[in-house]
């Protein structure tokens, strides 16, 4: 049996509700009604392929993906690309073709 979990986010994106298993859909429909504009249903599986990500850069230059109902941690931040985990993936591939920090591209630059 498939486990879902639903997370009800606030409209400051506080959690305000966690639901499992099969009286999921039946509390949703309960807080969907309650929050009508600020409540949202989300796969928690960096897998499930309806999970949507952010890609996201460091001050290194580094890429990553995140998923969109998580607010992107410190340190990073949105390109800008969303999309399903393998577009993200995709997309990191074209766009960082140097893996090397960029403090070290900077050093090697300047010896």
Not at 26 to 38: E, G, K, Q, R, S
Not at 67 to 79: I, L, M, Q
């Amino acid at each position: 049996m498939e486990i879902q979990i639903i997370i009800i986010y606030d409209i400051d994106r506080r959690i305000i509700a966690t639901v499992r298993d099969a009286i999921a859909a039946d509390l949703l429909a309960c807080a969907a009604m309650a929050f009508p504009h600020h409540q949202r249903s989300i796969a928690m599986s960096w897998d499930h392929p309806d999970t949507r990500f952010h890609v996201v850069r460091n001050e290194e230059g580094q890429y990553s993906i995140w998923p969109d109902y998580k607010p992107v941690p410190a340190g990073w931040k949105s390109t800008g690309f969303q999309g399903n985990r393998d577009e993200c993936l995709t997309h990191i591939d074209t766009v960082w073709t140097d893996m090397r920090p960029l403090s070290l591209q900077r050093a090697l630059a300047g010896a």
